[in-house]
């Protein structure tokens, strides 16, 4: 089987391509990825470097119709996309939406016009944030709290999960209009290795490595709803092979937790003070709460998750960025200072 990722440079679709790599021999990957800030060659030197590499790696722009045309008419029968390829960062977003409309709009379109004129298998990645957000409440106050099912209307908040309702609508366009073989997964919160140091974990994995205090945007109560990367990218497999054509599937694991609790769950777990962080500035338009119904995806392809303590799966991940400062270190200065422009 052939597989083009797009954006498998980047935090989940790099995890992917390791992952494939490893565990299923018989699948030859091409990633296509612009190398933006987010992605690393290096994430992904151990499988396209030796003499015999697994996995191709091609520098590119998704928006750039012609070289997505070739790609995909490369991939022959039986052949298939998974695109992951987004600018993903709010914060980024809030500063700078032209990126987003450009990569996660026209990018998507590219891609799409690709997929219908050679007839090829598309699996769309996208996010929670399309359905807006949920009230806040305490899950023991209210256990039939409400979450996000592929029902709920969409309602982005920020120019990211704008952009990105705005390509599940292309796609579920292209799919009724000109019947492309195209699913959707609109997944929470993911951590895990090779995130990015902007985001919120590794962001504040780093900065007790480096003895900084954690900082928590507002008030520290906003929820997300927090999925090992692994336990993502297994499910994006499940839906690729048996996900009904048109279809979209919800991926979450059950793992809500506000920001306070999990920062003071990566301070216990380094030893420190869990009351040694700082409340800055908040994000504007901050989303208060994500939770995934994730019973299709359950029911219908028996996907369940292997991930299922949120304090184990951070301990690892403290650990793995402990390990691996060679490959965080170099930008982890220049995002602090973009994050110190801002006052958080
Ligand atoms: P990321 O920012 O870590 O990686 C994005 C990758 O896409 C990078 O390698 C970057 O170089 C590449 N890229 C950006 N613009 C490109 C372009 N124009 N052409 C080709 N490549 C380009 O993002 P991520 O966190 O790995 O997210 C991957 C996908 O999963 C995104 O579509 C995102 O919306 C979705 N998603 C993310 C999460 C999460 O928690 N991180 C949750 C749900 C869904
Ligand atoms: O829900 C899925 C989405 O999760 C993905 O679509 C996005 O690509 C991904 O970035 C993520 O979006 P969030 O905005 O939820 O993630 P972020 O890591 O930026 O922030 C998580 C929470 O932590 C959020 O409530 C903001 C807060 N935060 C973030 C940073 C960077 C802080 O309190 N302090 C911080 O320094």
């Excluded at 015999?52 to 997505?68: F, I, T």
């Excluded at 590794?202 to 480096?210: H, W």
Aim: charged share 25%; hydrophobic share 40%; proline share 5%.
């Amino acid at each position: 089987m052939k597989l083009l990722v797009t954006g498998g440079a980047g935090f989940i679709g790099a995890n992917f391509v390791l992952a494939t790599a490893q565990q299923r021999p018989d699948v030859e990957i091409t990633v296509l990825d612009k190398l933006t800030y987010a992605g690393d060659r290096a994430t992904l030197s151990s499988v396209t470097g030796g003499p015999d590499p697994r996995v191709r790696l091609v520098e590119g722009d998704v928006a750039d119709s012609a070289l997505v045309d070739r790609l995909v008419g490369e991939l022959g029968d039986g052949g298939a996309v998974v695109h992951f390829a987004a600018e993903s960062h709010n914060d980024n977003s809030l500063h700078d939406p032209w990126p987003f409309v450009q990569t996660n709009l026209l990018g998507t379109y590219a891609l799409l016009e690709a997929v219908r004129k050679h007839g090829a298998r598309l699996h769309h990645v996208s996010t929670d944030e399309v359905y807006g957000d949920l009230p806040l409440a305490d899950p023991s106050d209210d256990p039939d709290r409400s979450r996000f099912t592929a029902e709920t209307p969409y309602n982005p908040s920020s120019p990211y999960s704008a952009t990105k309702a705005g390509s599940d609508l292309l796609v579920r366009a292209w799919v009724r209009s000109f019947g492309v073989q195209a699913t959707i997964s609109n997944c929470s919160n993911n951590y895990g290795p090779w995130q990015h140091v902007e985001k919120f974990i590794p962001r504040q994995v780093t900065n007790i490595i480096d003895g900084v205090r954690p900082k928590v945007y507002g008030a520290g109560t906003n929820v997300r709803d927090w999925i090992h990367v692994e336990d993502h990218n297994r499910a994006v497999w499940a839906v690729l092979q048996r996900g009904r054509i048109g279809e979209t599937y919800l991926i979450g694991a059950d793992g809500e937790a506000n920001n306070l609790r999990v920062v003071r769950t990566l301070l216990e777990l380094a030893g420190r003070d869990a009351d040694a962080y700082d409340l800055v500035a908040d994000r504007p338009g901050h989303d208060l709460r994500y939770a995934i119904d994730a019973s299709l995806l359950r029911d219908e392809l028996g996907w369940r998750p292997l991930h299922r303590d949120l304090r184990s799966g951070l301990k690892a991940t403290l650990e793995w960025y402990r390990d691996n400062e060679a490959w965080w270190r170099p930008r982890k200065a220049a995002t602090e200072a973009k994050y110190a422009q801002l006052g958080r």
